[in-house]
């Protein structure tokens, strides 16, 4: 019967062996960089340092799975906001498709200008022309038609200096530090001036954040029956809520209901958002993208007209917030994997 | 060495015997029933067939987990509803113990009746009346105040009938449902025409519904920086949104963004929410709590002003949707759980 207690010892051998293999691998997991698209630096520091004192069991700024939100900006902190915002476009590429059923905006600013391609009119017609045209293209149909205008939009327009789908440009190190969140047990949610109907129907695929934890600014939704009876909400021309600035906290109440302890924006419109969640107990953090990278991205802060950082810049100086510098911070700014998706 | 290989067979036969018993284990806690308040009938067998239908991998009624949305109603289809809204007894409670700082009420109306107890007078203000009163009770604090105020009024007040705090008349069956939905890869949403800031203080210990998924009535809600240059959110006395009836899809559609592929109500201010999941394509659930049951809990449709049950029966009956008959298809009504909480 030796050879029963030799197959003993060999199988004895092999799960040692497998045991130390595993543990290995385990710990090499456990050890890999979870934000390797950020340099190492304060920044980066700051946050693994956070998530670490919040999550570590028994420890005087351990925070329950349940009370970990963090709440993000879009526009400018997860995906590009210049040269304007994306749904901006989206409203011109809609306006400009519309206009054969329009013949009346051939002499009707803003439309003519927008036709015109005469953006020196257009910009003349101001921030109410602009609402006009917004207002034209995000009403007048149901929410079912409008996701679907937005996924064929999303899936031909491309960047006018990028050249690549909006929603490939994406940045690498936000979507690792979603992704690193969650994986501490942490629920991530958009708080956006963006509309909500506009981002529902693409940050899943984009952000792994899904339809319900996205908040943002609505029009008034209709509840009416059909064609043929059938149940549909109709999308009106009335601004319902602006998800803006004080708007900010305002939305995370109505739609989330507690307090975030991580809080993340790039301008001027996320400082109630930022102070909102620095100003509950225990500990939280407040960070800010600073767009400093004129080469990969864009170049701009206390003069832009889009995505103007000011307030907020001074208050994170004086508070300590955690100030990303795009170009220090960043190995890459754009997802890899988002633009291979690109079709030519 | 006869002993290793004696040593080995036993350890093959207690591993077997463990294996056998982790297998029956498993095998019995797979077939436990889910829903044991329950009693065997239609109702039962509806939901218990839509949930496998719509979970079982490669069948043709397959729902990925993430589409599986459920919501549910609160007043009179998780919680009593009677003698009338809880929220209202919260309200009344409220104002009295307001109206030592409100002399002017003592002969103000609604407020005067509802101090002398002169119901009929009260009943006279009629729908104005009531709103005024909660409008002076739900306003002109901060979301923390009213949290607390809500948390606190909880704790000491009871049921007029059932002589318990009101968070535990929750009815058992559906706590059952909703945790049978969660095992099940559902996520469970509350949508009701109560105050959504009334429901989220105590709805997570009660259902397991955790704050980020209520939808709910609301004020306007106004940030701003309080003693000390603190942010805080104040209530002001302005409705925002009531989330009841049409609302109901609207509301939905604003906090979800997505279809429910089951909704459970129990009035007509359900209906629109029931259509609106229905309408969807694929595999659909809708089901009405009917309180058919005067001994054990209320017995009213028709004719009763809360909770009125008229219109959306006749489409149930017509379209085939589950109603429950309380009476019949409830072991038992009210969590015994719950009531063990109950302090004297």
């Not at 691998?25 to 670490?52: E, H, Q």
């Not at 690792?176 to 956006?192: C, H, M, P, W």
């Not at 953090?285 to 991205?297: C, K, L, Q, S, Y």
Request: glycine letters at 8%.
């Amino acid at each position: 019967m030796r050879y029963i207690a030799l197959a003993q010892w060999t199988r004895n051998v092999v799960t040692l062996g497998l045991a130390i293999i595993f543990a290995s691998f385990v710990n090499a997991f456990a050890r890999a960089d979870p934000l390797p698209s950020w340099n190492d630096g304060a920044a980066k520091k700051a946050i693994t340092d956070f998530v670490a004192r919040v999550t570590t069991q028994g420890g005087a700024d351990f925070v329950p799975p349940e009370e970990r939100i963090a709440t993000f900006d879009n526009d400018g902190t997860l995906w590009c906001e210049q040269p304007y915002y994306f749904q901006l476009a989206f409203a011109f590429d809609e306006a400009k498709a519309m206009a054969p059923k329009h013949p009346e905006w051939k002499s009707k600013q803003p439309f003519k200008a927008l036709l015109d391609h005469d953006q020196k009119a257009l910009a003349a017609t101001g921030e109410k022309g602009l609402l006009q045209i917004v207002a034209a293209t995000h009403s007048g149909m149901t929410i079912n038609e409008f996701t679907k205008s937005v996924l064929d939009w999303m899936a031909v327009a491309r960047h006018p200096r990028f050249h690549r789908p909006y929603d490939s440009l994406v940045y690498q190190p936000m979507l690792e530090l979603l992704a690193y969140l969650r994986a501490n047990g942490f629920k991530t949610f958009i708080v956006s001036g963006g509309g909500v109907e506009f981002m529902r129907p693409w940050v899943e695929k984009a952000y792994g954040i899904p339809p319900e934890q996205v908040v943002g600014s609505s029009g008034v939704v209709k509840f009416q029956f059909g064609a043929g009876g059938k149940p549909e909400l109709m999308k009106e021309a009335k601004v319902e809520f602006i998800d803006d600035g004080p708007g900010k906290p305002v939305g995370i109440n109505r739609f989330i209901g507690r307090r975030p302890i991580l809080a993340f924006g790039n301008s001027d419109g996320d400082l109630q958002m930022l102070q909102w969640t620095m100003a509950g107990s225990g500990a939280r953090f407040a960070g800010i993208v600073h767009h400093t990278d004129a080469a990969r991205e864009y170049a701009y802060d206390r003069q832009s007209r889009i995505g103007k950082l000011d307030k907020a810049w001074d208050e994170a100086e004086a508070r300590g917030w955690t100030v990303v510098d795009m170009k220090q911070d960043w190995k890459t700014v754009f997802s890899a994997a988002a633009a291979k998706e690109t079709k030519p």
